[in-house]
């Protein structure tokens, strides 16, 4: 009977641990489907950056020309650089709020093969006076990364990014 309940138990946590890896793992979307899904769904003009030497296939640009949000999609070469350039966005966003040139939110998730970064505040850039409000967030899905930005914060803002962010998987 012991020896039942050990196997059923290992089985059990086995599918548990199986089930828990397949839904933490995103997996990065292709630049085509990108940039279908930003036509298509936002209406979005689209400019791809000509690439050579830069350690990235791909960077695609989509502006809305309705709701003043852009979208970036890089996709890398490798997997060191995509998790340093995330890596470099949260430390630039903590010295930002540390400096005072960032008063908002910061709220990173994810570990692994995929991250998530939301920014949600006022933030005075370099050689700038003034202060701008932005809703930004970027993920990272193993070499790919994308960011979404808005210059607004107001929750029409937040409900258009949060739900590129979902069109596109994440």
Known sequence: MLKKMRRLLVVVLALSMVLSLTACSKKSISADDFIEIMEDEYDCEIVEIELSG???????????????????????????PAEMNFDSQVRMYENMKKSDDFDGTIKKSGSGNFEKLIIKGDVT?????SE?????????????IITATIYDTGNKAVRIIDGVIETLGY
């Open 54 to 80: 830069t350690g990235r296939e791909a960077i695609i640009n989509a502006r809305s020309t309705d709701d003043n949000f852009f979208v970036t999609y890089e996709y890398l070469e490798e997997l060191r």
């Open 125 to 129: 850039f370099m050689g700038s006076d």
């Open 132 to 144: 701008d409000e932005v809703y930004k967030v970027i993920i990272r899905s193993g070499k790919m």
